[in-house]
Protein backbone atom coordinates (compact mmCIF):
# COMPACT_ATOMS: atom_id res chain seq x y z
CA UNK A 1 0.00 0.00 0.00
CA UNK A 2 1.39 3.01 -0.96
CA UNK A 3 2.49 6.36 1.31
CA UNK A 4 1.36 9.51 1.76
CA UNK A 5 4.83 10.64 1.84
CA UNK A 6 5.49 8.71 -1.91
CA UNK A 7 2.41 9.97 -3.23
CA UNK A 8 3.86 13.52 -2.67
CA UNK A 9 7.36 12.66 -4.26
CA UNK A 10 5.78 11.58 -7.23
CA UNK A 11 3.77 13.54 -9.70
CA UNK A 12 3.02 17.11 -8.14
CA UNK A 13 1.27 19.49 -7.57
CA UNK A 14 -1.38 17.44 -5.72
CA UNK A 15 -5.13 17.67 -3.86
CA UNK A 16 -6.17 15.35 -1.27
CA UNK A 17 -9.38 14.99 0.52
CA UNK A 18 -10.82 14.62 3.79
CA UNK A 19 -14.02 13.39 4.74
CA UNK A 20 -15.85 12.68 8.18
CA UNK A 21 -17.08 9.11 9.16
CA UNK A 22 -20.81 8.84 8.11
CA UNK A 23 -23.76 8.30 11.48
CA UNK A 24 -26.13 6.36 9.54
CA UNK A 25 -26.40 4.50 5.81
CA UNK A 26 -27.98 7.40 4.28
CA UNK A 27 -24.87 9.79 5.25
CA UNK A 28 -22.54 6.44 3.93
CA UNK A 29 -24.20 6.46 0.82
CA UNK A 30 -23.70 10.26 0.34
CA UNK A 31 -19.60 9.62 1.74
CA UNK A 32 -19.49 6.65 -1.23
CA UNK A 33 -20.67 9.11 -3.85
CA UNK A 34 -18.26 11.96 -3.22
CA UNK A 35 -15.63 8.98 -2.96
CA UNK A 36 -16.17 7.47 -6.31
CA UNK A 37 -16.48 11.13 -8.11
CA UNK A 38 -12.91 11.99 -6.82
CA UNK A 39 -11.70 8.55 -7.53
CA UNK A 40 -10.73 9.39 -10.97
CA UNK A 41 -9.31 12.25 -10.73
CA UNK A 42 -6.40 10.77 -8.19
CA UNK A 43 -6.10 12.47 -5.09
CA UNK A 44 -2.81 11.98 -3.30
CA UNK A 45 -4.94 10.87 -0.50
CA UNK A 46 -8.08 10.42 1.02
CA UNK A 47 -8.34 11.55 4.83
CA UNK A 48 -10.78 10.02 7.05
CA UNK A 49 -11.35 11.66 10.70
CA UNK A 50 -11.74 10.30 13.85
CA UNK A 51 -14.43 10.88 15.80
CA UNK A 52 -15.54 12.18 19.71
CA UNK A 53 -16.26 8.34 20.36
CA UNK A 54 -18.32 5.06 19.98
CA UNK A 55 -20.12 4.01 16.88
CA UNK A 56 -18.40 7.03 14.74
CA UNK A 57 -14.73 5.81 15.37
CA UNK A 58 -16.22 2.26 14.15
CA UNK A 59 -16.81 3.71 11.12
CA UNK A 60 -13.54 5.36 10.53
CA UNK A 61 -12.12 2.16 10.68
CA UNK A 62 -14.66 0.85 8.91
CA UNK A 63 -14.59 3.65 6.12
CA UNK A 64 -10.76 3.78 5.97
CA UNK A 65 -10.92 0.04 5.51
CA UNK A 66 -12.95 0.12 2.57
CA UNK A 67 -11.20 2.93 0.63
CA UNK A 68 -8.11 0.47 0.96
CA UNK A 69 -9.80 -2.58 -0.24
CA UNK A 70 -12.92 -1.32 -2.57
CA UNK A 71 -10.64 1.69 -4.27
CA UNK A 72 -7.51 2.74 -6.09
CA UNK A 73 -7.47 5.52 -3.60
CA UNK A 74 -4.29 6.06 -0.55
CA UNK A 75 -6.59 5.65 2.51
CA UNK A 76 -5.37 7.98 5.58
CA UNK A 77 -6.82 6.89 8.78
CA UNK A 78 -7.19 10.12 11.63
CA UNK A 79 -6.59 8.92 15.30
CA UNK A 80 -6.64 11.03 18.62
CA UNK A 81 -5.91 10.16 22.13
CA UNK A 82 -9.11 11.33 23.80
CA UNK A 83 -10.95 8.73 25.97
CA UNK A 84 -8.63 5.82 24.98
CA UNK A 85 -6.03 4.13 27.21
CA UNK A 86 -2.72 3.03 25.70
CA UNK A 87 -3.95 -0.42 25.21
CA UNK A 88 -6.94 0.77 23.28
CA UNK A 89 -4.97 2.93 21.46
CA UNK A 90 -2.76 -0.09 20.41
CA UNK A 91 -6.01 -1.91 19.70
CA UNK A 92 -7.06 0.72 17.01
CA UNK A 93 -3.52 0.96 15.39
CA UNK A 94 -3.43 -2.69 14.74
CA UNK A 95 -6.87 -2.57 13.13
CA UNK A 96 -5.76 0.32 10.38
CA UNK A 97 -2.86 -2.40 9.76
CA UNK A 98 -5.28 -5.63 9.80
CA UNK A 99 -7.61 -3.30 6.89
CA UNK A 100 -4.64 -2.14 4.81
CA UNK A 101 -3.90 1.28 6.12
CA UNK A 102 -0.51 2.45 6.63
CA UNK A 103 -1.13 6.34 6.64
CA UNK A 104 -2.19 7.62 9.85
CA UNK A 105 -2.99 11.43 10.92
CA UNK A 106 -2.14 11.41 14.49
CA UNK A 107 -3.97 13.75 16.69
CA UNK A 108 -4.91 14.67 20.11
CA UNK A 109 -8.25 15.53 19.71
CA UNK A 110 -10.07 17.70 21.65
CA UNK A 111 -12.45 17.13 25.10
CA UNK A 112 -15.55 15.30 24.34
CA UNK A 113 -18.50 17.59 24.44
CA UNK A 114 -16.89 20.91 24.82
CA UNK A 115 -13.94 21.28 22.29
CA UNK A 116 -13.03 24.35 24.45
CA UNK A 117 -13.22 22.07 28.05
CA UNK A 118 -10.32 21.25 30.19
CA UNK A 119 -8.32 18.49 28.54
CA UNK A 120 -7.91 15.44 31.05
CA UNK A 121 -5.64 12.80 29.68
CA UNK A 122 -6.99 9.12 30.28
CA UNK A 123 -5.57 8.10 33.47
CA UNK A 124 -4.02 5.04 31.41
CA UNK A 125 -3.57 7.29 28.13
CA UNK A 126 -1.13 10.15 26.32
CA UNK A 127 -1.57 13.89 26.72
CA UNK A 128 0.05 15.13 24.01
CA UNK A 129 -0.26 13.85 19.75
CA UNK A 130 3.71 13.50 19.93
CA UNK A 131 3.11 10.40 21.68
CA UNK A 132 0.66 9.50 19.67
CA UNK A 133 3.50 9.86 16.65
CA UNK A 134 5.91 8.17 18.59
CA UNK A 135 3.43 5.23 19.36
CA UNK A 136 2.93 4.92 15.98
CA UNK A 137 6.32 4.82 14.72
CA UNK A 138 7.11 1.98 17.43
CA UNK A 139 3.72 -0.13 16.07
CA UNK A 140 4.77 -0.86 12.72
CA UNK A 141 5.98 0.80 9.35
CA UNK A 142 3.49 3.97 9.52
CA UNK A 143 3.43 6.99 7.27
CA UNK A 144 2.26 9.51 10.09
CA UNK A 145 1.01 12.80 9.65
CA UNK A 146 0.29 15.98 12.34
CA UNK A 147 -1.65 18.57 12.84
CA UNK A 148 -0.54 22.09 12.04
CA UNK A 149 -2.64 25.44 12.90
CA UNK A 150 -1.30 28.79 10.95
CA UNK A 151 -2.44 30.99 14.00
CA UNK A 152 -1.56 29.02 16.38
CA UNK A 153 -3.43 26.54 18.24
CA UNK A 154 -5.88 27.70 20.54
CA UNK A 155 -4.83 26.53 23.85
CA UNK A 156 -1.20 28.16 22.93
CA UNK A 157 0.40 31.22 24.60
CA UNK A 158 1.41 32.19 21.38
CA UNK A 159 2.51 31.46 17.58
CA UNK A 160 6.52 30.69 18.26
CA UNK A 161 5.49 28.37 21.07
CA UNK A 162 2.99 26.17 18.87
CA UNK A 163 5.42 25.84 15.99
CA UNK A 164 8.01 24.80 18.43
CA UNK A 165 5.71 22.13 19.47
CA UNK A 166 4.91 21.56 16.15
CA UNK A 167 8.08 20.94 15.50
CA UNK A 168 8.71 18.48 18.03
CA UNK A 169 5.82 16.26 16.82
CA UNK A 170 7.30 16.04 13.64
CA UNK A 171 10.94 15.44 14.94
CA UNK A 172 9.11 13.12 16.82
CA UNK A 173 8.45 10.92 14.04
CA UNK A 174 6.03 12.73 11.42
CA UNK A 175 6.48 12.70 7.93
CA UNK A 176 4.23 15.17 7.43
CA UNK A 177 1.88 18.38 8.85
CA UNK A 178 -1.25 19.19 7.50
CA UNK A 179 -2.92 22.62 8.44
CA UNK A 180 -6.00 23.88 10.14
CA UNK A 181 -8.19 26.33 7.85
CA UNK A 182 -6.85 30.10 7.42
CA UNK A 183 -7.95 32.94 5.34
CA UNK A 184 -5.37 34.22 3.57
CA UNK A 185 -2.59 32.59 1.59
CA UNK A 186 0.32 34.35 3.68
CA UNK A 187 -1.11 32.96 6.70
CA UNK A 188 0.06 29.69 5.64
CA UNK A 189 3.29 30.93 4.52
CA UNK A 190 4.31 32.26 7.89
CA UNK A 191 3.77 29.31 9.63
CA UNK A 192 5.83 27.44 6.63
CA UNK A 193 8.59 30.22 7.38
CA UNK A 194 8.40 29.71 11.36
CA UNK A 195 8.98 25.43 10.89
CA UNK A 196 11.89 26.21 8.40
CA UNK A 197 13.20 28.78 10.97
CA UNK A 198 13.54 26.46 13.35
CA UNK A 199 15.90 24.02 10.94
CA UNK A 200 12.65 21.85 10.08
CA UNK A 201 12.08 20.56 6.40
CA UNK A 202 9.54 18.43 6.72
CA UNK A 203 6.69 18.59 4.11
CA UNK A 204 3.35 21.14 5.22
CA UNK A 205 0.37 21.04 3.07
CA UNK A 206 -2.47 23.57 3.38
CA UNK A 207 -6.23 22.97 4.31
CA UNK A 208 -8.56 24.60 2.47
CA UNK A 209 -12.60 24.66 2.52
CA UNK A 210 -14.57 25.42 -0.75
CA UNK A 211 -16.79 28.61 0.76
CA UNK A 212 -19.69 27.92 -1.04
CA UNK A 213 -21.80 29.05 1.74
CA UNK A 214 -21.98 31.23 4.36
CA UNK A 215 -22.40 28.01 6.74
CA UNK A 216 -18.53 26.67 5.11
CA UNK A 217 -17.64 30.25 5.78
CA UNK A 218 -18.77 29.83 9.14
CA UNK A 219 -17.13 26.68 9.85
CA UNK A 220 -13.39 28.17 8.93
CA UNK A 221 -14.30 30.86 11.43
CA UNK A 222 -14.59 28.58 14.11
CA UNK A 223 -11.86 25.83 13.19
CA UNK A 224 -9.22 28.37 11.66
CA UNK A 225 -10.46 30.30 15.24
CA UNK A 226 -9.80 33.47 13.15
CA UNK A 227 -11.84 36.20 12.50
CA UNK A 228 -12.82 37.05 8.41
CA UNK A 229 -10.28 39.25 7.61
CA UNK A 230 -11.26 43.17 5.12
CA UNK A 231 -9.81 40.99 1.56
CA UNK A 232 -12.20 37.72 2.70
CA UNK A 233 -15.47 40.20 3.90
CA UNK A 234 -15.04 42.32 0.37
CA UNK A 235 -15.15 39.35 -1.68
CA UNK A 236 -18.14 37.37 -0.32
CA UNK A 237 -20.06 39.84 2.01
CA UNK A 238 -22.02 41.43 -0.93
CA UNK A 239 -23.46 37.91 -1.46
CA UNK A 240 -24.80 36.88 1.99
CA UNK A 241 -28.32 36.58 0.48
CA UNK A 242 -27.56 35.51 -2.95
CA UNK A 243 -26.75 31.78 -2.80
CA UNK A 244 -25.40 31.52 -6.46
CA UNK A 245 -23.44 34.75 -6.40
CA UNK A 246 -21.85 33.76 -2.69
CA UNK A 247 -21.14 30.07 -4.27
CA UNK A 248 -19.92 31.86 -7.36
CA UNK A 249 -17.42 34.48 -5.12
CA UNK A 250 -16.39 31.49 -2.35
CA UNK A 251 -15.34 29.30 -5.35
CA UNK A 252 -13.61 31.82 -6.67
CA UNK A 253 -11.74 32.93 -3.50
CA UNK A 254 -10.19 29.58 -2.94
CA UNK A 255 -9.12 28.79 -6.32
CA UNK A 256 -7.17 32.13 -5.87
CA UNK A 257 -5.55 30.85 -2.58
CA UNK A 258 -4.66 27.58 -4.87
CA UNK A 259 -3.25 29.49 -7.16
CA UNK A 260 -0.97 31.15 -4.98
CA UNK A 261 -0.16 28.79 -2.68
CA UNK A 262 1.00 26.21 -5.77
CA UNK A 263 3.04 29.14 -6.85
CA UNK A 264 4.67 28.91 -3.64
CA UNK A 265 5.71 25.65 -4.50
CA UNK A 266 3.50 23.90 -1.61
CA UNK A 267 3.42 19.63 -2.26
CA UNK A 268 -0.23 19.22 -2.08
CA UNK A 269 -3.50 21.34 -0.78
CA UNK A 270 -5.56 19.40 1.15
CA UNK A 271 -9.47 19.80 0.45
CA UNK A 272 -11.69 19.65 3.80
CA UNK A 273 -14.70 18.37 1.50
CA UNK A 274 -17.81 18.32 4.09
CA UNK A 275 -18.15 14.29 2.64
CA UNK A 276 -19.38 16.61 -1.02
CA UNK A 277 -17.33 16.12 -4.10
CA UNK A 278 -18.55 18.84 -6.76
CA UNK A 279 -17.00 22.15 -5.32
CA UNK A 280 -13.58 20.44 -4.67
CA UNK A 281 -14.04 18.69 -8.17
CA UNK A 282 -14.85 21.97 -9.50
CA UNK A 283 -11.40 23.89 -8.10
CA UNK A 284 -9.10 21.44 -8.44
CA UNK A 285 -9.87 21.23 -11.97
CA UNK A 286 -9.40 25.09 -12.23
CA UNK A 287 -6.29 24.78 -10.69
CA UNK A 288 -4.96 21.71 -13.06
CA UNK A 289 -4.41 19.45 -10.78
CA UNK A 290 -6.43 16.21 -12.38
CA UNK A 291 -4.89 13.61 -14.40
CA UNK A 292 -5.49 15.02 -18.02
CA UNK A 293 -7.44 12.14 -19.20
CA UNK A 294 -9.95 13.39 -16.77
P1 LIG B 1 -1.10 18.60 20.25
O1 LIG B 1 -0.03 18.67 19.23
O2 LIG B 1 -0.93 17.61 21.33
O3 LIG B 1 -1.22 20.06 20.87
C1 LIG B 1 -2.23 20.38 21.81
C2 LIG B 1 -1.82 21.63 22.58
O4 LIG B 1 -0.70 21.34 23.42
C3 LIG B 1 -1.35 22.79 21.69
O5 LIG B 1 -1.71 23.98 22.34
C4 LIG B 1 0.17 22.62 21.65
O6 LIG B 1 0.84 23.84 21.38
C5 LIG B 1 0.45 22.10 23.04
N1 LIG B 1 1.58 21.15 23.07
C6 LIG B 1 1.90 20.23 22.14
N2 LIG B 1 2.95 19.50 22.55
C7 LIG B 1 3.28 19.96 23.79
C8 LIG B 1 4.26 19.61 24.74
N3 LIG B 1 5.13 18.63 24.49
N4 LIG B 1 4.29 20.29 25.92
C9 LIG B 1 3.42 21.30 26.19
N5 LIG B 1 2.46 21.68 25.30
C10 LIG B 1 2.38 21.02 24.12
N6 LIG B 1 -9.88 16.20 15.97
C11 LIG B 1 -10.55 15.03 16.11
O7 LIG B 1 -11.20 14.82 17.14
N7 LIG B 1 -10.55 14.08 15.12
C12 LIG B 1 -9.87 14.25 13.97
O8 LIG B 1 -9.88 13.38 13.11
C13 LIG B 1 -9.14 15.47 13.78
N8 LIG B 1 -8.46 15.70 12.64
C14 LIG B 1 -7.77 16.86 12.49
C15 LIG B 1 -7.08 17.08 11.30
C16 LIG B 1 -6.38 18.26 11.09
C17 LIG B 1 -5.62 18.46 9.80
C18 LIG B 1 -6.39 19.27 12.09
C19 LIG B 1 -5.66 20.56 11.86
C20 LIG B 1 -7.09 19.08 13.27
C21 LIG B 1 -7.77 17.87 13.48
N9 LIG B 1 -8.49 17.62 14.68
C22 LIG B 1 -9.18 16.44 14.83
C23 LIG B 1 -8.54 18.64 15.74
C24 LIG B 1 -7.43 18.43 16.80
O9 LIG B 1 -7.60 17.19 17.45
C25 LIG B 1 -7.52 19.56 17.81
O10 LIG B 1 -7.26 20.79 17.20
C26 LIG B 1 -6.70 19.39 19.08
O11 LIG B 1 -7.07 20.39 20.00
C27 LIG B 1 -5.19 19.56 18.85
O12 LIG B 1 -4.65 18.44 18.35
P2 LIG B 1 -3.06 18.35 18.10
O13 LIG B 1 -2.83 17.03 17.52
O14 LIG B 1 -2.55 19.54 17.40
O15 LIG B 1 -2.53 18.38 19.63
Known amino acids: MTTVVERLHGRGPLFSVEFFPPRD ?4 LVLWRAIRELEPLDPAFVSITYGAGGSSRDFTIRTTGRVAQETTLVPMAHLTAVDHSVAELRNVIGWYAAVGVRN ?10 DPNGEWIAHPEGLTYAEELVRLCRELGDFCVGVAAFPYGHPRSGDVDE ?4 LVRKLRAGADFAIAQLFFEPEDFLRLRDRVAALGC ?11 TTPRTLAKTIELSGADVPPSVARKLDPFVDDPVAFR ?3 VDLVTEMGERLLAEGVPSLHFYTLNRSKATREVVARLGLVPART
Open 248 to 250: KAG
Open 104 to 113: ILAVRGDPPG
Open 201 to 211: DAALIPGLMPL
Open 25 to 28: SAEE
Open 162 to 165: DTKF
